[in-house]
């Protein structure tokens, strides 16, 4: 290949970790990686992957954690309110803890 351009890749590429080689194969116009690139794309992708997934284990224990508290809350305002207190301001937190409640839970749902 000394002094020509592969017809596959016009321009250079690093080398393969696991062959050496410094060209990808074309098929049919296509690039595409060999046999020996598969571990590397698989450990890359497994990496990306877990990153993600440990993002969202930890949204979902935040949303938990969140869930716990309002419910807390709501119980100790609905209790308030049982031994007659009858306070709108009340009222106005025990309905925006349950909306919040309810956005949580349909949140935790659908993740």
Not at 61 to 71: A, Q
Not at 87 to 104: C, H, V
């Amino acid at each position: 290949m000394t002094g020509k351009r592969s017809r596959c890749f016009p321009y250079s590429r690093p080398a393969c970790l696991y062959c050496g080689s410094r060209y990808f194969t074309s098929l049919f116009g296509r690039q595409f990686l060999g046999s020996c690139h598969a571990p590397f794309v698989l450990d890359r992708f497994e990496t990306q992957l877990t990153k993600e997934l440990e993002g969202i284990s930890d949204e979902m224990s935040s949303m938990k954690r969140r869930k716990e508290e309002l419910d807390a809350q709501i119980a100790n305002l609905v209790a308030a309110v049982a031994d007659g207190t009858k306070s709108p301001a009340l009222m106005g937190e025990i309905t925006k803890r349950e909306r919040e409640l309810s956005e949580i839970s349909d949140r935790l749902l659908f993740v």
